[in-house]
Each structure stands twice: as structure tokens, then as C-alpha cells.
Nanobody
Framework: QGQLVESGGGSVQPGDSLRLSCVAA????????FSWYRRAPGKEREHVAT????????EYSDSAKGRFTISRDNRKSTVYLQMTDLKPEDTGVYYC???????WGQGTQVTVSS
């Protein structure tokens, strides 16, 4: 089923930006669809954004719309999540997921706090 490795998390202040990366290996990347999910402390994992094999087809949660952008680079087998205007409620562990397969990364921590 392959492997996904996330990176790019960190501790930032409200209003800051971060770019998360998810490097994929072990399966054909260009035909796959990917999602970012997050798990906030004490909460269920929630969907953040999805990008399909057609790069222009994307979906966002209501909380991500207008602030986050999901993209992909098929040459690098990498999916990105550009996050801007971060808020404390964006705090959590962010996971990359290969859609339609039980392939998840280990997660990367994002903490937004003043």
C-alpha cells in the first residue's frame, strides 16, 4: 500500500503560515488522490482538504476554505498543505492519507498559540 511521510509542522503564532509536505513512496503517485486530516486534542480526526489526480479538483472543509491550499507535485511524489492565517483552533496532528487505501502517515504536529 505504500508509505507516506509528513513534515513541516511546528509551533507558530496566530496569523502565521506553515506549509506541510507529504512524501509518498511505494505506489503510483500521479493516479492517486490524497487528503489531509487533523486530530485536535480531545477530538475526533477531521477532514481538512482533498486533492484528486486531476490537480485542479480539490475539496476543503469549511474551516479550511479561504485559508488553506492543497496542492501536489507529481514529479516529487509530494502533496502539500499551505496554511495561512493560522488560528489556535488549527492546533493538532496533521495526517496525510491516500484515498481509498488504508495508507496514512505518522502525522506532524501543528501548534498555534500566542
Amino acid at each position: 500500500q505504500g508509505q507516506l511521510v509528513e513534515s513541516g509542522g511546528g509551533s507558530v503564532q496566530p496569523g502565521d503560515s506553515l506549509r506541510l509536505s507529504c512524501v509518498a513512496a511505494g505506489f503510483p503517485f500521479s493516479g492517486a488522490a490524497f487528503s489531509w486530516y487533523r486530530r485536535a486534542p480531545g477530538k475526533e480526526r477531521e477532514h481538512v482538504a482533498t486533492i484528486y489526480s486531476t490537480e485542479t479538483l480539490t475539496e476543503y472543509s469549511d474551516s479550511a476554505k479561504g485559508r488553506f491550499t492543497i496542492s501536489r507535485d507529481n514529479r516529487k511524489s509530494t502533496v502539500y498543505l499551505q496554511m495561512t492565517d493560522l488560528k489556535p483552533e488549527d492546533t493538532g496532528v496533521y495526517y496525510c492519507h491516500r484515498m481509498n487505501y488504508e495508507t496514512w502517515g505518522q502525522g506532524t504536529q501543528v501548534t498555534v498559540s500566542s
